[in-house]
């Protein structure tokens, strides 16, 4: 059963905003939640993600564009995303490593054991 769901997803030119947005069961609040995309014809890429004790990572192309979060009461985990640009076109995915979970792990989509089913972002220029 999917136990991941996002929202948030849509078009915007270059320069834009989305806010994302990802809810699921209690393990949201402690564990390792990591947002990945996959555009047409390129392998899926890690972009965010956020650990057990609340610390971020980020893949260089988004630092100082993206801010992942979490609200733990709510069980949502948001991907806010400023400065969009035409490569940012992709369909975005949140998962989670349901486990106590600390580090970076950003670019290890192997270990996320659950996943939701994708929202599409389209940026225009």
């Known amino acids: 059963q999917v136990q991941l769901v996002e929202s948030g997803g849509g078009s915007v030119q270059a320069g834009g905003s989305l806010k994302l947005s990802c809810i699921g069961p209690e393990y949201v609040s402690r564990a390792c939640m990591g947002w990945f995309r996959q555009a047409p014809g390129k392998e899926r890429e890690g972009v965010a993600s956020?650990?057990?004790?609340?610390?971020?990572y980020y893949v260089d192309s988004v630092k100082g564009r993206f801010t992942i979060s979490r609200h733990n009461a709510r069980r949502t985990v948001y991907l806010q995303m400023n400065n969009l640009k035409p490569e940012d076109t992709a369909t975005y995915y949140c998962?989670?490593?349901?486990?106590?979970?600390?580090?970076?792990?950003?670019?290890?989509?192997?270990?996320?054991?659950?996943w939701g089913q994708g929202t599409q972002v389209t940026v225009s220029s």
């Open positions: 956020i650990d057990g004790d609340g610390s971020t």
């Open positions: 998962a989670a490593i349901v486990a106590n979970c600390q580090g970076d792990h950003t670019d290890r989509p192997d270990l996320f054991d659950s």
